[in-house]
């Protein structure tokens, strides 16, 4: 069977390959998509997009974790792509109904909001009890953060973390710009630089990890839904793969014990490896607050002119 090789298939990509480590050492990354939504967009349909993606990890025969919000999938179609989803053997999780910031100093309908996207979601096959706050926002103060904590807790929902935290959003933003301002727009420079960006961002956090915890967990890079996602998935996994990475399934990521932490710090968010060297001490030199975001990247893109 011939296996599609994605929506850019046969491009070659601008990302400098690094030399295979051995197998053992190998640090192991599995994919989680946050965001579903299933509305066209330029260039690709939904369904041309939805089907990218699934057969981007087809490919490389890894399972990935979806992080659902679930107003964007509550129309016949929308449910429909899902169940595909899932019957492709992905992981179904919940990022809440609504997608409002619980970054604040109180919790809200933070239970409400989750109950409500549960039930759109607990009946596919491989739903799972995770769950990840929308902008990976857990609370600002102490007394907040244990409060969702306790949310999560009582429906037996854990946080599905974030390792790799990433700004893939912000070079989806900016290729939308792009086409929006010129449709024939080259979009394979914005495929290199996201290339880049995730793979730098990866062994960041990969060597902050080591250093907090003197190992190198099952890492879960945060990617979305969107457009840069569809075109360029193929691309970012090769990489990953050429530099040296494991690619794995995501219920196995999740599996390390680092995801049981619960990091003393408020307030709480960004990665889980950021949550962890802030609560160790020590890391101050090598964090940002807030970890990734547009900013960083603009004056890289603009000097690239995308
Ligand atoms: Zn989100």
Known sequence: MMHRRGLLAGLACGAAAAVPAAAGDRPRLA??????????????SADTRHH??????YFERIKAAGFVTGKHVETVEARAHLQSWAESGHFVANHTYSHAYYGGAAPGDLGADVDRAAALIVDLPTWRPWFRFPYLAEGRTAESRDRMREVLHTRGLMNGHV?????????????????????????????AYLVRHLLDRAAFYDGLARAVLGRSPAHTLLIHHNLTTALFLPMVLKAFRDAGWSLIDADEAFADP?????????????????????????????????????????????????
């Not at 700004?167 to 420079?189: F, I």
């Not at 932490?261 to 408020?266: E, G, H, Q, V």
């Not at 060297?277 to 900013?295: K, M, Q, S």
Request: glycine share 10%; with cysteine.
């Open 31 to 44: 994919v989680t998509i946050d965001d579903f939504r299933f509305d066209d967009g330029p260039l690709v």
């Open 52 to 57: 990218g993606i699934l057969d981007a990890l």
């Open 163 to 191: 390792t790799v935290d990433a700004s893939d959003w912000y070079v989806n933003q900016r290729l939308l710009a792009r086409l929006e301002k010129e449709p024939g727009a080259d979009v394979m420079p914005y495929g």
């Open 258 to 306: 680092v995801f049981a932490a619960r990091p003393n710090i408020a307030p709480c968010g960004h990665s889980l490896i950021h949550q962890l060297a802030t609560e160790a001490g020590g890391f101050a030199d090598r964090l940002r607050t807030p970890g990734e975001d547009g900013p960083y990247e603009a004056p890289a893109m603009d000097a690239l002119g995308l």
